[in-house]
């Protein structure tokens, strides 16, 4: 079947994590602007949350969108030898965009691939999170700095981190390692 050889574009797995976690992730973060600025609960909620979708069904795809081609770019839209540990980390993070479909390989390779990529995610995120933030609550007179949004963010990317990384852990025993 040629479709099985098209790879997974890891924007389709990350996403909908992402979606899923929503509401506790608007929750966490809140807490940090409700911490640091003087909003009333319900807009501190609601406000992290608006800005929280837009950035996953905006931001995400926005920054995703040329790390493929990058990676194309440098020729990885085809399957690359994975025979040992740096052929298999190189695989995993330069490719982990659109993950090319290594056999026996694909458990391991898709929570990898979508911890590479919580980086160049939160990065994004933070930026069109801040400046959503910043255009709702001005009207409140409250302006969250980048550094605020920086941090709220991370705790929430810490704690989609910790999940890829438990999916990882448990696909450990599929990682054979050679050199």
Known sequence: MLLANMGV????????????????????ESLVYRSR?????KEAFWGTFS?????TLVGVPIVWLP???????????????????????E??????????PYRDHTG??????ALVLLLPFYLGS???EHWILAKRWRSEGQQ??????????????????LYYGAQLWWQADSIVVSE
């Open 126 to 128: 933070v930026f069109v």
């Open 51 to 55: 800005a929280n979708l837009c950035s």
């Open 91 to 100: 695989a995993v993070t330069l490719q982990a965009a659109w993950l090319i």
């Open 144 to 161: 969250p700095s980048l550094a605020i949004v920086a941090l709220a963010n991370a705790l929430s990317y810490f704690g989609l981190a």
């Open 67 to 89: 790390l493929v081609i990058a990676q194309i770019s440098i020729g990885g839209s085809r399957a690359w030898g994975i025979e040992t540990s740096r052929q298999k980390l």
């Open 37 to 41: 600025l003087e909003l009333p609960r």
């Open 9 to 28: 574009p890891m924007v389709c797995v990350t996403i909908p994590t992402m979606l899923i976690a929503l509401f506790p992730i608007a929750w966490i």
């Open 108 to 113: 391991w390779m898709i929570p990898a691939a």
